[in-house]
Nanobody, 117 residues
């Protein structure tokens, strides 16, 4: 059974930083591109970032480029998203999934990120 478990969200002030983690199991992590997607209240899901199977190729939405950094640890089956200089518009539930932009598996529960003063 595939499991995707996001963690690390929270509430931060504008300009703050957070690092999200995604623990995966049930599939061969190292053979999949991995992505982060977010969904703000009342909005469609927005692709945030992707990383190729073995790295180092990474891709970012224009809205987060220069502020977010995606990484992965294939030995631990973990995906990460370092977020800095957070803005209120980054407020959303963040999800990880396999695939470049189109999800391969069912979504996990996500982790809430709230940026507010």
């Amino acid at each position: 059974e595939v499991q995707l478990e996001e963690s690390g969200g929270g509430m931060v002030q504008p300009g703050g930083s957070l690092t999200l983690s995604c623990a995966t199991s049930g599939f061969t992590f190292s053979t999949f591109d991995m992505s982060w997607v977010r969904q703000a209240p009342g909005k469609e899901p927005e692709w945030v970032s992707s990383m190729a199977t073995g790295g180092p190729a990474t891709y970012y939405a224009d809205s987060v480029k220069g502020r977010f950094n995606i990484s992965r640890d294939n030995a631990k089956n973990m995906l990460y998203l370092q977020m800095r200089n957070l803005k209120p518009e980054d407020t959303a539930v963040y999800y990880c999934n396999a695939g470049f932009k189109n999800p391969v598996f069912s979504w996990g529960r996500g982790t809430q990120v709230t940026v507010s003063s």
